[in-house]
């Protein structure tokens, strides 16, 4: 499997990079917690590590540590704006379930 990203997320991700003037790609990893049990964890990738997995989309890395990709493998990034809100929005075919706020979710 792999991990996508839609034209939008390729987009914000890309013009991040360039205004930053440094980095890789984008980073993603979860975390324990929230209300269903994992959270995601999204920041610019500085680096690849020797335990990193790295997926290409639309021109764009995404970068994942070795303790997430299980969870995170075969997810679909998409990046959306609502009124004044904007945030990545994940699509993954392993989450059983999500919290009421989005936020988190269980395998």
Do not use: W
């Not at 034209?7 to 980073?27: K, Q």
């Not at 809100?85 to 699509?91: C, D, I, R, S, V």
């Amino acid at each position: 499997m792999a991990i996508s990203l839609s034209s939008a997320a390729a987009d914000r991700v890309r013009s991040f990079l360039e205004a930053r003037g440094h980095g890789v790609g984008l980073r993603l990893g979860i975390k324990r917690t929230g209300c269903s049990g994992y959270a995601y964890v999204v920041n610019y990738a500085e680096e690849i590590g020797p335990n990193d997995t790295v997926y290409e989309d639309r021109g764009v890395k995404v970068v994942v540590d070795a303790d997430s990709v299980g969870l995170v493998d075969g997810t679909e990034v998409d990046f959306v704006k609502q009124g004044l809100n904007e945030a990545f929005k994940f699509k993954n075919p392993k989450a059983r379930s999500e919290c009421g706020c989005g936020e988190s979710f269980s395998v």
